[in-house]
């Protein structure tokens, strides 16, 4: 099937046979998984995972390889949808049982995509994503390095972080411009309700809106200006950088009661 991968969808398709292999290895999948595919594109990692599975749901914004993959793939359970906009509760209900996030991803979508899985924590069970190198180091970012942000304070607060393998341009086609990597995301149970959830995820991103600022400047130039953080506890003469989730989260609290 030749069909041009196309740039608006940061499409490029994996064509390394022994990359898909250790994807579908890491994955380890389960006849009876709840497993969801982010854009199977031509098909490369479905049909090796539906080698291993019964039951793959599989969620494409591209119409243009609809009927390759329903032909290909009769068993393949295909969502012509656009995932950043799916309820990700009706494929959870649709097994009830917590979904196994895989796939090839967009890296122009892959922060959307990650926070939609820590909006939905309490849904996933885990996720195996190929990612540009670079955002897989800031994910795995230890605290006072440069790769310390947002990224690896929410993930790793919501989730066991694996880097599993770094992957060559030269397993795409066509070849991006950059490394890859495959991670593997473990998702805690998390007992948090939405409006705290929500207020813990601004607090990061406001903390890291100037990152070269302290906190104090950081917090005045965001959506949080309206509060005086003087008595929360916390040392704002800091970075956000030298801070760990607990402080954050210990923000969001303060926010929380500052506004009653």
């Known amino acids: 099937m030749n069909i041009k991968p196309l740039k608006r969808f940061g499409q490029n ?135 310390y942000g947002i990224l690896s304070i929410l993930l790793n607060y919501f989730a066991d972080v694996k880097f599993c393998f770094k992957v060559s341009p030269n397993s795409f086609y066509p070849k991006p411009n950059v490394d890859s990597a495959v991670i593997h995301l473990f998702f805690k149970e998390i007992k948090m309700d939405e409006e705290m959830k929500k207020l813990f995820i601004n607090v990061v991103k406001a903390s890291f809106g100037n990152r070269r600022k302290t906190l104090k400047n950081s917090l005045s130039n965001s959506i949080f200006n309206n509060i005086d953080f003087r008595n929360s506890g916390i040392d704002l003469t800091k970075r956000a950088e030298q801070l760990d989730a607990e402080h954050f989260l210990h923000l969001a609290e303060f926010i929380k009661k500052y506004n009653k």
């Open 13 to 147: 398709y994996l064509t390394d046979h022994n990359i898909l292999n250790k994807i579908v290895d890491e994955i380890s999948p389960r006849k009876d998984d709840n497993l969801i595919e982010i854009g199977p594109g031509k098909g490369a990692l479905t049909e090796k995972l539906l080698e291993k599975t019964d039951s793959l749901t599989a969620v494409e914004i591209d119409k243009r390889v609809k009927e390759n993959l329903t032909e290909r793939f009769p068993q393949l359970n295909l969502i012509s949808d656009d995932f950043l906009e799916m309820d990700l509760t009706k494929l959870y209900s649709a097994k009830g049982k917590k979904l196994r996030i895989v796939g090839n991803i967009p890296y122009n979508i892959t922060s959307p995509i990650l926070f939609k899985m820590i909006e939905n924590n309490n849904l996933v069970q885990d996720s195996v994503l190929m990612v540009q190198y670079e955002v897989a180091k800031r994910i795995t970012g230890k605290k006072g390095t440069k790769d």
